[in-house]
T-cell receptor
Framework: QKEVEQDPGPLSVPEGAIVSLNCTYS??????FMWYRQYSRKGPELLMY????GNKEDGRFTAQVDKSSKYISLFIRDSQPSDSATYLC?????????FGAGTILRVKS | DVKVTQSSRYLVKRTGEKVFLECVQD?????MFWYRQDPGLGLRLIYF???????EKGDIPEGYSVSREKKERFSLILESASTNQTSMYLC??????????????FGQGTRLTVV
């Protein structure tokens, strides 16, 4: 079993939709949780990170962590074609950094 | 605002060559990582380092070695490049930030083709 599981998609939505991207993890020691966006042929860029449980909002993006169910979510409001990319979740504790497989998101105009 | 820099964006090497991929971070991070990313396989950890001269094998270390002589620099070495090492290579670093949190940053990636 992978320590961080993520549905690879692809997920296709119309412009303006609310997008929900999700990951689950198995190791309760993870403390920091991150979301990355990766455009084709580029390195991943950090979108948001959260520590422990709770929500964090930044513009159209909201990251949510539920440690009791080991569930990580990223919500994108008013999705735009420019949001089309691969989104990777990651979990970190100490020097152990584990990524999900990435979800391909396509926002159609 | 560059935080993690990889020396090359694109490389083409011949089978059997020794290949060096360099990664430099300017955040004084303790931990540095090398991944390869292949379609359908996601990110796979090759090696990581938690301090100068310290290294740990990741999930797929075969055919690779690493060097960390200085805190800011982590090098990945392909001892004898083979075609199955054609991939996108990503360097990342993590450390405690000034605000007390921890973040991980990636370099822009090196797309290596072995012919």
């Amino acid at each position: 079993q992978k320590e961080v599981e993520q549905d690879p998609g692809p997920l296709s939505v119309p412009e303006g939709a609310i997008v929900s991207l999700n990951c689950t993890y198995s190791n309760s020691a993870f403390q920091y949780f991150m979301w990355y966006r990766q455009y084709s042929r580029k390195g991943p860029e950090l979108l948001m990170y959260t520590y422990s449980s709770g929500n964090k909002e930044d513009g159209r993006f909201t990251a949510q962590v539920d440690k009791s169910s080991k569930y990580i979510s990223l919500f994108i409001r008013d999705s735009q074609p420019s949001d089309s990319a691969t989104y990777l979740c990651a979990a970190l504790y100490g020097n152990k950094l584990v990524f999900g497989a990435g979800t391909i998101l396509r926002v159609k105009s | 605002d560059v935080k993690v820099t990889q020396s090359s964006r694109y490389l083409v090497k011949r089978t059997g060559e020794k290949v060096f991929l360099e990664c430099v971070q300017d955040m004084d991070h303790e931990n540095m990582f090398w991944y390869r990313q292949d379609p359908g396989l996601g990110l796979r950890l090759i090696y990581f380092s938690y301090d100068v001269k310290m290294k740990e094998k990741g999930d797929i270390p075969e055919g690779y070695s690493v060097s960390r002589e200085k805190k800011e620099r982590f090098s990945l070495i392909l001892e004898s490049a083979s075609t199955n090492q054609t991939s996108m290579y990503l360097c990342a670093s993590t450390g405690v930030e000034s605000r007390g949190g921890t973040e991980a940053f990636f370099g822009q990636g090196t797309r290596l083709t072995v012919v």
